[in-house]
């Protein structure tokens, strides 16, 4: 096992009912500032449910924040926040909002242009604290320091993590997602997988709780997730999936063992060139990285064949492109296609992807340093 | 799934030299107190990498933490801490030590009689800050809430939890705990299984991923283990039992799930009475607990012996059986006997323990509140 550093101090409340408790959560005196996308908060009850745990209190709102939030829309929620004298961002809504607040937390007192937070990575050591409310189990954020953000003018999706923007409760109530579409659904199951793989199918590094903790979040998705689509009001098949989603990005799985997060660089990529969903990307890029890759990979794939899909025959090679092929066959089941092709996007973008790449320097990526952008190129190739 | 609240804010930093950065978790100007036990940390080298990450800092010392801390001796580190003004308490050992000094934490600012904490619950509201450097695994003391402290003087054991006590982080480093006599690990190991069992060996309420994490780190105590009592200096296996520990009682696993604890009550009584080792008392009566009470966790009972030890054939009772032996001999393997008479105990402080059940008012405990001191008795009888 690595050494590592774990500390997560998010406070969950999880269950049904639970957005009654935020009040409680948030300093009396706070000036709160409520951020939310599209308004289907309006439409679930939501956004009511919120209004009435705090009533009585010095709140304003910020709608409007996008899938895949751009930098332009929250630097206007920056603003507000500044001239208003917000004390507190209350994310309400799903990975989109949580992160787009994040930013906005980190930005609020950020000295100097706060792009560079994303394009420089500039140290971000204050926020202003936040708490979330979701409602779309998919990406973690709720109990991670992560936020990606996009340049609309750009077209650059970019990255940013920093403990300041660690929320300091979030809300899980799985009936607040009973309404979401089934795209969301299984875009949902398609992340909190493939975030999971991110973080297990690198290389051994004898860390067996881990990567038992892995599998439990693989299998309880693969076992709830078709359970959850077909009946999206079954209270529990939903929460286990909400929960496994929590679970799959909240930095245990990943404490100690090394970590690979090659399809995510990729995917948003290909969001921001061509607007797809980030979990279509994700299913798209992740069996392809995984065969390009599967020599460095091999002894995880092997295990993970074995003690996920229970694939205990044939030979080293046949196994693990059967584990493969398993993995592109649950993204297909639960209703996320895999191939570029079916979204009606060809390979032109290839070589602007590789020159991003090149561009940013990111030439040694991977859990063992190995993917440059030919590699990325190969990678992509295969994606057709 | 139950609703639940999830919140544990404790910083880990696992692995070799890891006490090396301890300096930077505690506040500069704090005036330090480090707490220990008997002395084992002088021979081992660990005392000395404490003194050193905190060279020219305001550091004071209070050791003679015993195994089950006394009451009577925390009282006199809550004198000292009080006369000098601490800041800061770092707890430098094993649960002991770690569960002693949350208490100081707890008694130094309450008002009125620390003994309330224990035997009253009163609540516990603020705390002096601390931290851990752990040198046993066993507990999970070092990432939760909890501490178990004895009064010398009557032989109570009690309990008191409280998020105050949290510690601000706590080092795991395995290397530390390389020179522990066999005892403590074999000790260690049926502590840290019987945490798991407490939380997983219910009922069913439709939870699966904290079904799977707690079969994770069962499957990974009995595979690391008996390799780490092997060869106590094989880091990787001495670091997965140490995660194990950790992860099995800090509170991820028992999130939204029924919880037992009657294992653990009894047990208590049993050391308290007969001075036996905190693991042994539980190896004595969690074999006979779920015997006992086998109908109510029919279910769990299947289901952990088909998925942890591989138990297929047979009848339901031959399974259940089957399933509690397997748990009898892994104790037993990794050196911990399961019956009273081999520590030279007989029945005969059944009837006291059944009295200061019903004193207490402890008369419907278990996940289904159906435990009584009847059944206590019952438990207790098996258990020759």
């Not at 100097?112 to 926020?127: E, F, R, S």
């Not at 997060?261 to 995917?267: D, E, F, L, P, S």
């Not at 969001?271 to 460095?296: C, F, M, N, W």
């Not at 080293?316 to 584990?323: G, H, M, N, S």
């Amino acid at each position: 096992m690595e050494n590592f550093v774990f500390h997560n101090p998010v406070k969950i409340l999880f269950g049904k009912g639970q957005i009654a408790n935020i009040g409680a959560e948030i300093p009396a005196d706070a000036k709160i500032l409520i951020t939310y996308g599209g308004g289907s908060i309006k439409a679930n009850g939501v956004y009511d449910q919120v209004k009435s745990a705090l009533a009585g209190r010095d709140v304003l709102e910020f709608g409007g924040i996008e899938p895949n939030p751009h930098f332009e829309t929250l630097m206007k929620a920056v603003e507000l926040v500044r001239k208003e004298g917000i004390d507190f961002l209350l994310a309400v809504g799903g990975g989109s909002v949580a992160d787009g607040t994040k930013f906005i937390a980190a930005a609020v007192p950020f000295e100097g242009d706060p792009w560079d937070i994303l394009a420089k990575q500039a140290t971000v050591t204050k926020a202003v604290p936040l708490g979330v409310v979701l409602t779309l189990p998919a990406t973690g954020s709720e109990m991670n320091v992560n936020a990606v953000v996009t340049k609309a003018a750009t077209q650059e999706k970019l990255y940013f993590g920093s403990s300041a923007v660690y929320p300091r409760f979030s809300v899980l109530d799985p009936e607040t997602t009973f309404s979401l579409p089934t795209r969301q659904i299984s875009n949902g199951i398609v992340d909190a997988y493939t975030h999971v793989m991110e973080q297990y199918l690198t290389f051994p590094v004898n860390a067996p709780l881990q990567d038992r903790m892995a599998e439990s979040i693989l299998k309880t998705l693969i076992e709830e997730g078709p359970k959850t689509l077909a009946n999206p009001t079954d209270y529990d098949a939903r929460a286990n999936f909400m929960w496994s989603a929590t679970m799959a990005l909240n930095g245990l799985i990943g404490a100690g063992v090394p970590q690979d997060w090659v399809t995510h660089m990729i995917g948003h990529e290909l969001t921001a060139l061509h607007g797809l969903d980030h979990a279509q990307t994700l299913a798209i890029v992740l069996p392809s990285t995984l065969t390009v890759r599967r020599k460095g990979k091999w002894e995880k794939l092997l295990q993970y064949g074995e003690r996920v899909w229970g694939i205990v025959t044939g030979t080293e090679e046949e196994r693990v492109e059967q584990a493969i092929a398993k993995t592109r066959d649950f993204f297909e089941s639960v209703g996320v296609p895999t191939r570029l092709g079916a979204y009606g996007v060809g390979l032109e973008s290839i070589p602007v992807i590789q020159a991003r790449f090149e561009q940013r320097g990111m030439v040694a990526l991977g859990e063992k340093q190995d993917v440059n952008p030919q590699v990325v190129e190969q990678i992509l190739s295969l994606c057709a």
